[in-house]
């Protein structure tokens, strides 16, 4: 520690009233007086370190700095700071408050950054001698003036007088509650006290009736006790017979309760082989219905194997949709605005949507990776396939795609563009390859690809209007 500044009149103070003829005996004796003492010269205010600060003044220091580090260009934020500065800002001080200050002992172009930009932006953050003791300490520290650390121990004194404070209120409302539950302890015990006294003279008026009416069954038990007497002596004299017919009657009971204990492990083993028996036939019937659903799957998938092979659909355009001279009420191809306008299109009979997949995902879900971007638009588009019964063909630009998945999800014609083919061709190609006169829908928000395909009849719809219907799946 550095020493403290010397005051040379300190001692003469430190005297009181009898410091004067202390001084005037003194003077008459001159030639015994001691040598005087040349006062030390005073020592600099030390200024404060960066470790062991109170918290108040590391919290207002890091909310200063948080302030500041996001708006301080990038080459005066160290390397370990940036991501502190891409915080929200509730959290950059709470977050990042010790990277802050350890970037503000440590780095002087840091710490000098963040004093410009406070002198430019918060000029009241630096002044040594706000009235707020925190906030002078804080700035002190800050601009390193010498006497930082004095600050820095008047708050932490502060603080600790305010814990001591709190202490003392806390525990004076602590006596003060012990005090109140005293007093209420005594109360509770004047009462109890009445209410023993009280049951005092009811048990005793109770003990009194007790021994009445203990001396009363006394009398009777003698009565009885004569009685059993004269029974047992009556009970000698009927002789062996009644015994023997009591052991009788006892042998018979025995046997019945054996029987009826018997009866009842019958039963219990009769419920549980029922039980057994259902669920082995519960089981069965369950074993039935899936291999009934496997078998129904089966033959569905051969069915769809052999329109596959035989080339036959009936969702292709009718003849009745070839006819020239007349049009749909549909009209030529349009733009499709909204979600109910899609609905209405995919409810069309034989109508087929074609996505442009990756202009999709992209507006849809762009935080996902490419394939995770693709498998989650292909299983949307197969629940949606599956409540619409809509032919739908997917199509995704192949260049650097590494590996075609080998199966897609049922209902979804999944299409890869070839090395040097560009996806947008092969919806234009998908569009003219259709019958004249059936009904297309092109999801996209490609405006080229938009108005080719209108061009051919095919209606568009944004990719964001088909984002939303998918999310409703």
Do not use: C
């Not at 000029?123 to 040594?128: I, M, Y």
């Not at 520290?141 to 001591?164: F, Q």
């Not at 052999?306 to 009420?329: I, K």
Request: overall charge negative.
């Amino acid at each position: 520690m550095h020493p403290q500044p010397v005051d040379p009149v300190a001692p003469e103070e430190a005297v009181g009233p009898s410091a004067v003829p202390a001084r005037a005996h003194t003077a008459d004796t001159a030639d015994t007086t001691a040598p005087e003492v040349e006062p030390q010269p005073e020592a600099a205010p030390e200024p404060a370190s960066w470790t062991g600060l109170p918290e108040a003044v590391r919290e207002r220091i890091a909310e200063l700095a948080a302030t500041a580090v996001a708006k301080l260009p990038p080459t005066d934020v160290p390397r370990q700071l940036r991501p502190v500065a891409k915080f929200a800002p509730a959290k950059r001080a709470k977050l990042g408050g010790a990277a802050l200050l350890a970037a503000l002992g440590d780095s002087a172009q840091f710490r000098t950054a963040v004093i410009e930009w406070l002198r430019e932006h918060r000029t009241d953050a630096l002044d040594p001698n706000a009235a707020d003791s925190v906030v002078g300490a804080a700035a002190a520290v800050l601009l390193g003036e010498s006497g930082a650390a004095g600050r820095v121990r008047l708050v932490a004194k502060n603080a600790e007088e305010t814990a001591l404070r709190a202490e003392r209120d806390a525990a004076l409302a602590r006596n003060q509650k012990l005090e109140a539950e005293l007093a209420e302890a005594r109360g509770e015990l004047e009462l109890a006290r009445g209410a023993v006294d009280a049951a005092r003279g009811e048990r005793e008026a109770e003990v009194e009736k007790l021994l009445r009416r203990l001396r009363e069954q006394g009398v009777q038990l003698r009565q009885a006790r004569d009685a059993a007497e004269a029974a047992r002596a009556e009970v000698a004299r009927g002789g062996t017979a009644k015994a023997e017919e009591i052991e009788a009657l006892t042998a018979q009971l025995d046997r019945e309760r054996r029987r009826v204990a018997a009866e009842r492990t019958r039963a219990e083993r009769a419920v549980a082989d029922a039980e057994i028996a259902r669920q082995s036939a519960r089981e069965a019937r369950e074993a039935d219905e899936v291999r009934l659903a496997l078998l129904v799957d089966t033959i569905d998938g051969a069915v769809s194997g052999l329109r596959r092979e035989l080339m036959l659909s009936d969702r292709g355009a009718r003849p009745a949709d070839m006819v020239r001279g007349a049009t749909s009420g549909l009209g030529p191809g349009g733009r499709v605005q909204d979600v109910g306008a899609l609905d209405r299109y995919l409810a069309l009979a034989g109508v087929h949507l074609i996505v442009d997949g990756y202009n999709v995902t992209k507006t849809g879900y762009p935080e996902l990776a490419l394939a995770d971007q693709r498998d989650r638009l292909v299983h949307q588009l197969s629940a949606l396939a599956a409540r619409t019964s809509a032919e739908v063909t997917v199509v995704f630009d192949g260049a650097g795609v590494l590996s075609v998945p080998a199966s897609v999800p049922r209902g979804v014609r999944v299409l890869f563009s070839d090395r040097g083919v560009l996806a947008d061709d092969v919806i234009r190609s998908l569009v003219a390859a259709e019958p004249k006169g059936r009904p297309m829908v092109v999801a996209t928000s490609d405006r080229a690809v938009a108005d080719s395909v209108r061009a051919t009849g095919a209606h568009s719809v944004a990719s964001a209007v088909l984002v939303s219907r998918l999310g409703r799946v």
